[in-house]
């Protein structure tokens, strides 16, 4: 179990649920995981299953309709607006879409300085403290100093990626949701940026939740996975674990589904019928029966949790033994 | 086996504010009947620029196909006019888009959106069309009750499949399917590319597919050709490509994925980033992110050569041996 020592983030019985009478959207539902310092926790999932939208209410850019937050030990869903402020310092949001999540009529200094001046780091007179603070960040993430100027526009999605990690870093954050950093880059580049964010977590201690669609890109670099269906975890395990023996009949599906760069290795593809399904009022039981292959009458009626059935492997599906 | 498309030397520029865009520079391909070729290569290697070419489609101006030949079934499509053109798109060659939230027309039913492809090659009333249609819809999966439906009421898996129902709804000899399942997740993927598959052996249709995926190649094609700055680089079959790899730009694509298989603690992508289209460098395209860079790779292009049995390389160190 986790070291309760070691542990910076802890989620019990997150919630949140979009609308309200009648059609209620289950984006997460009855989520609990923790996330020890200097860890990462890889959330896998397809679209519209509800992991940027948990990243964000642990956060809280998404007030959660239920459940706790811990964040070194205290729940910050009772935070009020101040000390939530203080709070952003150390968690801090890489986001999806570099050219959607920068503005556009920001330079890089002014997109890395804006943190540092509304938390009060530095004044905002102090123009050469800031200068040198920027620079070192630009250094940090690997962007050369003669861009400082320039704006997002004149740059590529991968250094664009690159001033999104610097404006996160800027306040030396302890705790990074990182919201498919590299999904939207091309795979040489996707490659350049896991490997800053890798060294970048080695030198200054970061713990990250990294959640990503791809289960091939936080293979190497979590410490544990959590695969996320329809709004919940239904299976949970230290990386290597979950890909040597994956147990959920949806983590079967989504690792054999993965393309293999191998022109001699043979496919055992587990096709799955239809679509996720819509997380709109779901009815008790287990949300992946309907495209589950082993689905018995058995499998819905009944709300599933989360059951270790090895030393650190959870998962819900009740035909595990 | 028969060739079925041939293209000799393409060269294609744009001619735009900011100076000649030289997206494609001397590309020579042949696709066999019943074949699948894989092009691979990453944002503006030229990879859309020649499906677009094949198909006629660059919009001129800016741009302009400056040399080659481009021999469809022994015609040749550059000499072709206007309206024996139209024969040939849908009708001969069809395309998939790569995205399938835009590539619909949204005021359009679907059913309307395939008999629009049907009537303008076949000479038949509209009742045949729909019922056509209709049957289309079904073979790549969806019920045919739902061809009075518009593109907002399907999700992007099926979106896309109504696209390939457009595309094969003629009975093409060669699709042309650009990166046919990027905007979609991965157990989506598998269900398009096998049914993508499933319909090709059925019809013994040609294709190409155009990705940046290896593992999506490795696994759905026959031959291979690497893209880099408009000019293909490595070519050969699917063995001696993966098992075989000899430029430095393929083994750095292989080193930027990470493997599923073994265990890679770090990444070992290409550095630096492709060159600007506008400002290509002198020599060989790639010398300036290579790590095997000599001086001759500065001065002169080096040839794309044959190492074996059809394997195609074009570096210098190949030219040695």
């Given at each position: 179990?986790?070291?309760?020592?070691?542990e910076i983030?802890?989620?019990?019985?997150?919630?949140?649920?979009?609308?309200?009478s009648?059609?209620?959207?289950?984006?997460v539902?009855d989520?609990?995981?923790?996330?020890?310092?200097?860890?990462t926790?890889?959330?896998?999932?397809?679209s519209?299953?509800?992991?940027?939208t948990?990243?964000?209410?642990?956060?809280r850019?998404?007030?959660?309709?239920?459940?706790?937050?811990?964040?070194?030990?205290?729940?910050?869903?009772?935070?009020?607006?101040?000390?939530?402020?203080?709070?952003?310092?150390?968690?801090?949001?890489?986001f999806?879409?570099?050219?959607?999540?920068?503005?556009?009529?920001?330079s890089i200094?002014?997109?890395?300085?804006?943190?540092?001046?509304?938390?009060?780091?530095?004044d905002?007179k102090?123009?050469?403290g800031?200068?040198?603070?920027?620079?070192?960040?630009?250094?940090?993430?690997?962007?050369?100093?003669?861009?400082?100027?320039?704006?997002?526009?004149?740059?590529?999605?991968g250094?664009r990626?690159?001033?999104?990690?610097a404006?996160a870093?800027?306040?030396?954050?302890k705790?990074?949701?990182?919201?498919?950093?590299?999904?939207a880059?091309?795979?040489?580049?996707?490659?350049?940026?896991?490997?800053?964010m890798?060294?970048?977590?080695?030198?200054?201690?970061?713990?990250?939740m990294?959640?990503?669609?791809?289960l091939?890109?936080?293979?190497?670099?979590?410490?544990?996975?959590?695969?996320?269906?329809?709004?919940?975890?239904?299976?949970?395990?230290?990386?290597?674990?979950?890909?040597?023996n994956?147990?959920?009949?949806?983590?079967?599906?989504?690792?054999?589904?993965?393309?293999v760069?191998?022109?001699?290795?043979?496919?055992?593809?587990i096709?799955l019928q239809?679509?996720?399904?819509?997380?709109?009022?779901?009815?008790?039981?287990?949300r992946?029966?309907?495209?589950?292959?082993?689905?018995?009458?058995?499998?819905?009626g009944?709300?599933?949790?989360l059951r270790?059935?090895?030393?650190?492997?959870?998962?819900?599906?009740?035909?595990?033994? | 086996?028969k060739?079925l498309?041939?293209?000799?030397?393409?060269?294609?520029?744009?001619?735009?504010?900011?100076?000649?865009?030289?997206?494609?520079?001397?590309?020579?391909?042949?696709i066999?009947e019943?074949?699948?070729?894989?092009?691979?290569?990453?944002?503006?290697?030229?990879?859309?620029?020649l499906?677009?070419?094949?198909?006629?489609?660059?919009?001129?101006?800016?741009?302009k196909?400056?040399?080659?030949?481009?021999?469809?079934?022994?015609?040749?499509?550059?000499?072709?006019?206007?309206?024996?053109?139209?024969?040939?798109?849908?009708?001969?060659?069809?395309?998939i888009f790569?995205?399938?939230m835009?590539?619909?027309n949204?005021?359009?039913?679907?059913?309307?959106?395939i008999m629009?492809?049907i009537?303008?090659?076949n000479?038949i009333?509209?009742?045949?069309?729909?019922?056509?249609?209709?049957?289309?819809?079904?073979?790549?999966?969806?019920?045919?009750e739902?061809?009075?439906?518009?593109?907002?009421?399907?999700?992007?898996?099926?979106?896309?499949r109504?696209?390939?129902?457009?595309?094969?709804?003629c009975n093409?000899?060669?699709?042309i399917?650009?990166?046919?399942?990027?905007?979609l997740?991965?157990?989506i993927?598998?269900?398009v590319?096998?049914?993508?598959n499933r319909?090709?052996?059925?019809?013994?249709?040609?294709?190409?597919?155009i990705?940046?995926?290896?593992?999506?190649?490795a696994?759905?094609?026959?031959?291979?050709a690497?893209?880099?700055?408009?000019?293909?680089?490595?070519?050969?079959?699917?063995?001696?490509?993966f098992?075989?790899?000899?430029?430095?730009?393929?083994?750095?694509?292989?080193g930027?994925?990470?493997?599923?298989?073994a265990?890679?603690?770090?990444?070992?992508?290409?550095?630096?980033?492709?060159p600007d289209?506008?400002?290509?460098?002198?020599?060989?395209?790639?010398?300036?992110?290579?790590?095997?860079?000599?001086?001759?790779?500065?001065?002169?292009?080096?040839?794309l050569?044959?190492i074996g049995e059809?394997?195609?390389?074009?570096?210098?160190?190949?030219?040695?041996?």
């Amino acid at each position: 179990m986790t070291d309760a020592k070691n542990e910076i983030l802890r989620v019990e019985g997150l919630k949140k649920y979009f609308g309200s009478s009648g059609a209620v959207l289950h984006a997460v539902d009855d989520v609990n995981f923790s996330i020890n310092e200097g860890a990462t926790l890889g959330v896998v999932g397809e679209s519209g299953c509800g992991k940027s939208t948990m990243g964000r209410t642990i956060l809280r850019l998404h007030e959660p309709t239920e459940g706790k937050v811990f964040f070194k030990g205290e729940n910050i869903v009772d935070y009020d607006k101040k000390q939530m402020k203080a709070l952003r310092k150390e968690m801090q949001i890489i986001f999806q879409d570099p050219f959607a999540s920068l503005n556009p009529r920001m330079s890089i200094s002014e997109t890395i300085i804006e943190p540092l001046i509304i938390q009060g780091v530095y004044d905002k007179k102090d123009k050469a403290g800031l200068q040198k603070r920027v620079r070192e960040l630009m250094d940090l993430v690997g962007l050369a100093e003669r861009l400082i100027n320039t704006y997002p526009h004149e740059l590529d999605g991968g250094r664009r990626q690159r001033i999104g990690i610097a404006r996160a870093l800027a306040l030396n954050p302890k705790f990074i949701v990182c919201d498919e950093p590299v999904s939207a880059l091309d795979v040489s580049i996707q490659a350049q940026i896991l490997n800053l964010m890798q060294d970048l977590q080695d030198e200054l201690g970061l713990t990250y939740m990294f959640i990503t669609h791809d289960l091939s890109v936080v293979k190497h670099f979590a410490n544990d996975i959590a695969v996320m269906y329809l709004g919940q975890l239904v299976e949970k395990a230290p990386a290597e674990l979950l890909f040597k023996n994956p147990l959920h009949p949806y983590t079967k599906a989504l690792l054999s589904a993965i393309p293999v760069p191998d022109p001699d290795y043979k496919m055992e593809r587990i096709l799955l019928q239809g679509e996720i399904t819509s997380p709109i009022n779901p009815e008790p039981g287990c949300r992946f029966a309907k495209r589950c292959p082993l689905a018995t009458a058995e499998c819905s009626g009944q709300d599933l949790v989360l059951r270790e059935v090895e030393p650190e492997h959870f998962v819900t599906c009740r035909l595990v033994q | 086996m028969k060739e079925l498309l041939k293209v000799k030397d393409l060269v294609i520029h744009y001619q735009t504010d900011d100076g000649l865009v030289e997206a494609l520079n001397g590309v020579s391909l042949s696709i066999g009947e019943g074949e699948t070729l894989g092009l691979v290569g990453e944002t503006g290697a030229g990879k859309t620029t020649l499906a677009k070419g094949i198909m006629r489609l660059i919009p001129n101006p800016p741009g302009k196909i400056k040399e080659g030949e481009i021999f469809y079934d022994g015609k040749d499509l550059l000499a072709l006019g206007d309206i024996e053109m139209q024969d040939i798109r849908g009708g001969h060659i069809s395309m998939i888009f790569q995205d399938p939230m835009t590539s619909l027309n949204p005021v359009m039913t679907v059913g309307d959106q395939i008999m629009e492809v049907i009537q303008k090659h076949n000479n038949i009333s509209k009742q045949e069309a729909y019922q056509k249609a209709g049957e289309m819809l079904e073979l790549v999966g969806i019920v045919k009750e739902r061809a009075n439906d518009y593109p907002h009421q399907f999700s992007g898996g099926m979106k896309q499949r109504v696209i390939i129902a457009i595309a094969l709804a003629c009975n093409p000899k060669l699709l042309i399917a650009d990166e046919p399942t990027t905007a979609l997740d991965v157990t989506i993927q598998a269900q398009v590319l096998e049914m993508i598959n499933r319909l090709k052996k059925k019809l013994n249709t040609s294709m190409l597919l155009i990705t940046h995926d290896l593992g999506v190649v490795a696994q759905n094609c026959d031959h291979v050709a690497i893209i880099y700055a408009g000019e293909i680089v490595e070519y050969g079959d699917l063995q001696q490509v993966f098992k075989n790899t000899q430029h430095p730009y393929t083994e750095g694509l292989f080193g930027s994925i990470p493997s599923l298989a073994a265990n890679v603690k770090r990444l070992q992508p290409v550095e630096g980033l492709m060159p600007d289209p506008t400002d290509l460098p002198e020599g060989c395209k790639f010398h300036t992110r290579c790590k095997y860079v000599q001086d001759i790779c500065k001065k002169n292009v080096p040839p794309l050569i044959d190492i074996g049995e059809g394997h195609l390389v074009r570096c210098v160190r190949c030219q040695k041996q």
